[in-house]
T-cell receptor, first 115, second 114 residues
Framework: GAVVSQHPSWVICKSGTSVKIECRSLDFQATTMFWYRQFPKQSLMLMATSNEGSKATYEQGVEKDKFLINHASLTLSTLTVTSAHPEDSSFYIC???????????FGPGTRLTVL | AQTVTQSQPEMSVQEAETVTLSCTYDTSESDYYLFWYKQPPSRQMILVIRQEAYKQQNATENRFSVNFQKAAKSFSLKISDSQLGDAAMYFCASLQGGSEKLVFGKGTKLTVNP
């Protein structure tokens, strides 16, 4: 149980285009989903927390207009990187937490390469 | 603010031997949770073990066990009978009660030698 999927696993795009990443909880309802960014050989950096039906809460220093988060249902959250630039290239990971459970279960991650 | 410290950037162990990964944390809360996650080369974060602070008994999951020392704010992970598949980055994390955010340590890279 507690499986989280993420799609796509790898995306390459041109500078200036937008990319959407989907995160789904497959066998549980997630009241809260999280988006992280991970640079090589570093720990996870929380970008934002999203709750179903409400606006995402962004961490300090994360541009909300660049990283658009939508949590449309209890099983789906999306992260859209708008007008992507090479410095946005990174590994993006989502996680989901079942209602009141506290533990976060992670998706397999998405590698974004912006040319 | 919570902090999590992993003082060992890298560790190595022989296959079938036992290894202990260190983690210390700092929190002013009495209600919190502690976790160990494993990130193999695939980069999928996998939950290894979870400990509720109010529980005195150390959590155990098969070959994985923790030594939770609440007063010392220490939460080490012991891996017994190490296997090649245990090779990964291991992250210690804490979650305050009432908060949704995990606070991660910087990780320990574990190498398992055949």
């Amino acid at each position: 149980g507690a499986v989280v999927s993420q799609h796509p696993s790898w995306v390459i795009c041109k500078s200036g285009t937008s990319v959407k990443i989907e995160c789904r909880s497959l066998d549980f309802q997630a009241t809260t989903m999280f988006w992280y960014r991970q640079f090589p050989k570093q720990s996870l950096m929380l970008m934002a927390t999203s709750n179903e039906g409400s606006k995402a809460t962004y961490e300090q220093g994360v541009e909300k207009d660049k990283f658009l988060i939508n949590h449309a249902s209890l099983t789906l959250s999306t992260l859209t990187v708008t007008s992507a630039h090479p410095e946005d290239s990174s590994f993006y990971i989502c996680s989901a937490s079942p209602y009141r459970e506290g533990t976060q279960y992670f998706g397999p991650g998405t590698r974004l390469t912006v040319l | 603010a919570q902090t999590v410290t992993q003082s060992q950037p890298e560790m190595s162990v022989q296959e079938a031997e036992t290894v202990t990964l260190s983690c210390t944390y700092d929190t002013s809360e009495s209600d919190y949770y502690l976790f160990w996650y494993k990130q193999p080369p695939s980069r999928q974060m996998i939950l290894v073990i979870r400990q509720e602070a109010y529980k005195q008994q150390n959590a155990t999951e098969n070959r994985f066990s923790v030594n939770f020392q609440k007063a010392a704010k220490s939460f080490s992970l012991k891996i017994s009978d190490s296997q090649l598949g245990d090779a990964a980055m291991y992250f210690c994390a804490s979650l305050q009660g009432g908060s949704e955010k995990l606070v991660f340590g910087k990780g320990t890279k574990l190498t398992v030698n055949p």
